[in-house]
């Protein structure tokens, strides 16, 4: 081995490269990576990718069922698979190869989800298009999700799903659930747990027993007080807040300017701007981006729920979501 391939080597290893993008080839981009749950755990995943040349390779979990490989007009392709590292490497084949066409990947599985007493996991890793690909996971009914890891990642909660934005291109995230709680699907915030004492109180001890229901009978009145105090201070900084913040413009969530692209915070910034919607044309004018990127842009950001598009005739009328205002 020469002095060449061992500096190679040395620097694949420094930085982290993994085997996944060696053995996947021809992908170009991943759009979105849909999975639907059922209440016994079985993952029914549509991955959709686009491709460039005449073939093309991906890596999926091991255990696949019915997997079917379609083209941009429903097509089924041929393929080939193989295990490597408990991965399964499909290699598919296109009938008419063209650049930049969207294969659909589908598939089923039990091995994504497991169970312990009433509490369902799922794990999904998959390599991803950072700021680019949509993972939505689509829950029954009554679900309620209980923890979502790691803590860092993007994701908007919707009616019996979630979404989630890749910032990495080796995506992996774990998440809790479980079934039969009435409400919205929520990730709960930390909290902290006080533990109360068990010793119970001395029988036969009225005086003490006095003592205790005189301090909650203070406390409780303190507590009204405060309230009150707090309503009335609250309520004059609010309209103090009003007279001072007249005219200021709203601030969209940090976390959501942090997962877009430069032309996507220009017009985010731009949106944000105006109470009412604005012409896409006004964008197009205002910013000057050609007008097939804006309206990929625009796509983009609906697809991940930032922007309301509505049409009207020939104009389109564009409005940022409210859930992305802090």
Not at 66 to 75: F, H, Q
Request: aromatic share 10%; with cysteine.
């Amino acid at each position: 081995m020469n002095s060449k391939t061992v500096l190679f080597l040395t620097l694949l290893v420094i930085s982290g490269v993994s085997s996944q993008p060696i053995l996947e080839k021809g992908i170009y981009k991943i759009s979105e990576i849909s999975m639907n749950v059922t209440k016994e755990g079985f993952v029914s995943v549509e991955e959709r990718v686009v491709v460039n040349g005449s073939s093309a390779s991906i890596l999926l979990i091991k255990n696949v069922h019915d997997l079917r490989i379609l083209d941009s007009e429903g097509n089924s392709l041929q393929y080939d698979s193989k295990i490597i590292d408990n991965k399964r490497l499909v290699t598919f084949y296109l009938r008419e190869p063209q650049k930049g066409q969207e294969i659909e990947i589908l598939y089923g599985t039990q091995y994504l989800t497991s169970k312990i007493a009433d509490v369902w996991r799922i794990e999904f890793c998959s390599t991803a298009t950072p700021r680019y690909t949509i993972v939505k996971i689509n829950f029954p009914e009554n679900t309620r999700i209980t923890s979502l890891e790691p803590i860092n990642l993007f994701w908007t909660p919707l009616k019996n799903s979630l979404w989630l934005y890749p910032q990495i291109s080796n995506f992996c995230f774990n998440s809790t659930y479980r079934y039969g709680d009435k409400g919205d699907l929520i990730i709960p915030k930390p909290t902290t747990t006080t533990t109360l004492s068990s010793e119970p109180l001395p029988p036969n001890n009225n005086l003490y027993i006095a003592i205790i229901l005189l301090i909650f009978v203070v406390g409780f009145l303190s507590f009204i007080y405060k309230k009150r105090s707090k309503k009335v201070a609250v309520e004059q900084e609010s309209r103090q807040d009003v007279r001072d913040t007249e005219g200021e413009e709203r601030r969209v969530n940090p976390s959501i300017i942090n997962m877009l692209n430069e032309n996507e915070k220009r017009i985010v910034d731009m949106l944000k701007k105006h109470d009412e919607e604005i012409t896409q044309a006004y964008i197009y004018k205002t910013t000057g981006i050609p007008k097939a990127s804006l309206s990929d842009i625009m796509k983009k950001l609906e697809q991940r729920n930032i922007i309301y598009r509505r049409k009207d005739g020939r104009t389109k009328w564009i409005k940022l979501k409210e859930w992305v205002f802090d």
